[in-house]
C-alpha cells in the first residue's frame, strides 16, 4: 500500500454541484494532514491543515477519519475557479527520515 | 514581501553539465526543503535543511548537493546532470517541521538532454 494514495480522476462537476474525493494514509501515527492546490504548471499552494477531526474554511471542508486511516475534501458550490489539482499530504516515515508525504493527487475539472 | 523566489524558471542542460537552482526566502523561515515532481507522482524530497549550517538528505538525494550558509538562501546543486534529473523542482520554506503548511516557490523545469 502507498504510503499516502489519492484516486487521480479526474473528477468532471458541474458548476455549482458538491464533489467530495478521500485520501488514504498508512502511518495511524500521524497528528497532521494538509490538503494543498495545485493549479497547472503552477506551485503548490496550501488550502487546508488538519490537526484533529477536521476543518472547515467557508466552501471547503476537510475531515479526518482516524479509525479508517483517510482523510476527505468536501468541496460545496464549486466554482470554475476551483479547477485544480489537489495534493494530500502527511508526515510520515520514507527511510531514514521522518517528512511530508504527498499524494500524486486528484485533478478536479468544473464545467460551465 | 516576494515569499520564496526560484531562478530559474526554466533550463535546458546537456547530461553531464552541471548547474545550481537558486531559492530565496524572505519570511525568517528555518526550514527549507528543495522537492521533485514528475508526472503520475507525488512531490519527493530531495534535500532539506532545519536552519543555517545543518542540511540533510531526503528521499531521493543522489546527483544533488545543497548547503545553508543564510537563513535566506538554499541553492541546489546539480553535479553532472543526467536525462533521469528532467523535472520539475520546487523550494519550500516553513517557519517549524511538519506541523507547518509550507510555501513554495514558483518552480524551475529543467530539461537534460
Known amino acids: 500500500r502507498k504510503e499516502v494514495e489519492q484516486d487521480p480522476g479526474p473528477f468532471n462537476v458541474p458548476e455549482g454541484a458538491t464533489v467530495a474525493f478521500n485520501c488514504t494514509y498508512s502511518?495511524?501515527?500521524?497528528?497532521?494532514f494538509f490538503w494543498y492546490r495545485q493549479d497547472c504548471r503552477k506551485e503548490p499552494k496550501l488550502l487546508m491543515s488538519v490537526y484533529s477531526s477536521g476543518n472547515e474554511d467557508g466552501r471547503f471542508t476537510a475531515q479526518l477519519n482516524r479509525a479508517s486511516q483517510y482523510i476527505s475534501l468536501l468541496i460545496r458550490d464549486s466554482k470554475l475557479s476551483d479547477s485544480a489539482t489537489y495534493l494530500c499530504v502527511v508526515p510520515g516515515r520514507v527511510d531514514s527520515n521522518y517528512q511530508l508525504i504527498w499524494g500524486a493527487g486528484t485533478k478536479l475539472i468544473i464545467k460551465p | 514581501n516576494a515569499g520564496v523566489t526560484q531562478t530559474p524558471k526554466f533550463q535546458v542542460l546537456k547530461t553531464g553539465q552541471s548547474m545550481t537552482l537558486q531559492c530565496a526566502q524572505d519570511m525568517n523561515h528555518e526550514y527549507m526543503s528543495w522537492y521533485r515532481q514528475d508526472p503520475g507522482m507525488g512531490l519527493r524530497l530531495i534535500h532539506y535543511?532545519?536552519?543555517?549550517?545543518?542540511?540533510d538528505q531526503g528521499e531521493v538525494p543522489n546527483g544533488y548537493n545543497v548547503s545553508r550558509s543564510t537563513t535566506e538562501d538554499f541553492p541546489l546543486r546539480l553535479l553532472s546532470a543526467a536525462p533521469s534529473q528532467t523535472s520539475v523542482y520546487f523550494c519550500?520554506?516553513?517557519?517549524?517541521?511538519?506541523?507547518?503548511?509550507?510555501?513554495f516557490g514558483s518552480g524551475t523545469r529543467l530539461t537534460v538532454v
Open positions: 502511518n495511524s501515527a500521524s497528528q497532521s
Open positions: 535543511s532545519v536552519g543555517a549550517g545543518i542540511t
Open positions: 519550500a520554506s516553513s517557519p517549524g517541521g511538519l506541523n507547518y503548511g509550507y510555501t
